[in-house]
């Protein structure tokens, strides 16, 4: 049926992506998934801070006591987030 040595690409998970043009475009989708998931880290980390925390809820007396404690250990976010609040 095929001539000898030749076979037909295997549809890489039913999407009909077949050789070495759908191995390098799922290895991009890959790709991009796990940036999107780094990328993410360190908003989830804003999310923990105490700082930030009173800040969006209204209690900036908390808020300024957190961020000037950041700021004074040389802290970028909280000598940012000090002048923000200025």
Do not use: C, H
Not at 4 to 32: D, E, F, K, M, N
């Amino acid at each position: 049926m095929y001539a000898t040595g030749y076979r037909p690409l295997p549809r890489l998970a039913g999407i009909g992506i077949a050789g070495r043009r759908g191995q390098v475009i799922i290895q991009r989708i890959v790709q991009v998934l796990l940036l999107l998931a780094v990328s993410a880290l360190p908003v989830a980390a804003l999310a923990e801070d105490p700082g930030i925390t009173a800040y969006s809820k209204g209690d900036y007396d908390k808020a300024y006591a957190k961020f000037k404690a950041a700021a004074e250990r040389g802290d970028m976010r909280g000598q940012y987030n000090l002048g923000v609040l200025y």
